[in-house]
């Protein structure tokens, strides 16, 4: 049996991506990382178990891509943070598999999560211009978050 991965959240730094705040439109912008999700994307095109990626489109604090790999469905949740004390200007990627009520209730392993994982820690390591990528589980980020 596959174990579910536990280290979910990717935190790493970049000046690739846009800080820059918009021009025009209300008080509250959307969330930074429009670009930096639209980046994973395509560089996640590249890898043959990718069936399909959508996105980004914008959630109430992050881009979302929806991804399929292998049958299985995640999204992933691209987003600006502050972490660490004092604060540092960081980019997160928060990886979640998708699952109906059929399949929460009639639970299997995942088969695909930990290649997809692999993938976007390949993305972030291999690319000049990213440094600093920490993987974390859910109680580390919300330590530093």
């Known amino acids: 049996m596959n174990e579910e991965p536990s280290k979910t959240y990717v935190v790493f730094r970049s000046a690739l991506f846009s800080f820059a705040w918009p021009k025009e439109g209300p008080d509250l912008a959307p969330p930074w990382g429009k670009d930096c999700a639209a980046f994973v994307k395509e560089r996640l095109r590249a890898f043959d178990e990718v ?37 540092v200007d960081c980019w997160v990627i928060q990886v979640y598999p998708v699952m109906g009520l059929i399949g929460w209730l009639f639970r299997r392993p995942l088969q695909h999560f930990s290649k997809l994982l692999k993938n976007v820690s390949q993305i972030l390591e291999t690319t000049e211009g990213i440094s600093d990528v920490q993987w974390m589980n859910f109680e580390e980020f919300s330590n530093v978050y």
């Open 51 to 87: 069936t399909s990626i959508n996105g980004p489109h914008q959630d109430e604090s992050a881009w979302t891509l929806d991804v399929i790999l292998g049958g299985e469905r995640y999204e992933l949740h691209v987003h600006w943070a502050l972490i660490d004390e004092p604060p």
